[in-house]
């Protein structure tokens, strides 16, 4: 399952108190330490779109706490910070409406301090004062909810009705391992995989009514929104192939216009089943594709790699 929303309530750590302490020889002075700071929450952005699976279950992420400060003016060590890893393309929106947007692998960014340790009381030591009998205690770290929303950050981007297709030529071109079988919704989840160095994504069918809610496909469109090439799947099995291809427009449209205006390849899946015609689309790149021919699949792949 892959999870693409979540809620959390980070803490950096709180830190240390203080040590109040005197030497211990008659009239020694004071040798309290300092606590240490609270550890940071950061976050980093990683390749595995399952990143966000661990919130399912981990609600509340802490960095660890400063340690309280020794004898002998012996400071206490920092809390360890804490870093959740988040895949790429995660968009972090805190309780002000503040956004965080992970745009590259490995990209890390501070999202909450740790508290500062408090001082030991030898650190109150003055000519005026020479034996403080008191520290401060460490501060709280820094405190926020967090709503997490993924949206898939990929160059090409397999769409159509279920059962167009898609993850079998996903499947064909890629290194992936879509499942797949004849019937509609074998496809519960995005899948991925890598062509020459691109990312193609299969997202789950879209249906009629898709974008106010019916089916799978709602729960993904948002993924659409940063691909930079759509391949629209449209099966020959069909019987109103244009219909189809309207469908999924009009799905695209209602839920942003804006995916309206993306560069967009059709493809006419299961060609070898029988021939199919478009004419009505009026698009220029309608390409006949079948698993079962070599002959098109590498053709589709040299288009794609060079585009």
Request: positive net charge; aromatic residues 4%.
């Amino acid at each position: 399952m892959l999870v693409d929303e979540a809620e959390i309530i980070i803490r950096g750590g709180h830190g240390g108190a203080g040590r109040v302490s005197f030497r211990a020889k008659l009239g020694g002075g004071p040798d309290g330490g300092d606590g240490g700071r609270g550890g940071d929450v950061l976050v980093r952005a990683t390749s595995d779109i399952y990143a966000l699976n661990q919130f399912l279950s981990k609600k509340e992420c802490t960095a660890e706490d400063g340690e309280s400060g020794g004898v002998g003016i012996r400071s206490g060590a920092n809390g360890k910070d804490l870093i959740l890893t988040m895949p790429v393309g995660t968009l972090l929106t805190d309780a002000a409406g503040t956004e965080i947007e992970l745009t590259k692998i490995g990209q890390q960014i501070l999202l909450a301090k740790g508290g500062l340790g408090g001082r030991g009381n030898e650190s109150f030591k003055s000519s005026n004062n020479t034996t403080p009998k008191y520290a401060q205690k460490g501060l709280r770290g820094q405190e926020k909810r967090l709503k997490l929303k993924l949206k898939l950050i990929a160059d090409l981007c397999l769409i159509g009705l279920p059962n167009a297709g898609k993850s079998s030529l996903l499947n064909e071109i890629t290194n992936a391992n879509a499942k797949i079988g004849g019937y509609p919704f074998t496809t519960l989840e995005p899948n991925l995989g890598v062509l020459n160095g691109k990312i193609l994504a299969d997202i789950p069918g879209l249906i009629e009514g898709a974008s106010e809610g019916k089916g799978l496909g709602h729960k993904f469109l948002k993924h659409i929104e940063k691909v930079g090439l759509l391949l629209h799947c449209i099966s020959c099995e069909s019987d109103d192939p244009f219909g189809d291809y309207k469908i999924i427009r009009e799905e695209l449209k209602k839920f942003n216009p804006e995916l309206l205006n993306k560069k967009e390849i059709i493809l006419l899946t299961k060609s070898d089943l029988k021939e199919t015609k478009l004419k009505k689309i009026g698009k220029e790149e309608v390409i006949p594709i079948s698993i079962h021919n070599w002959d098109s699949i590498q053709a589709l792949t040299k288009i794609l790699s060079e585009g």
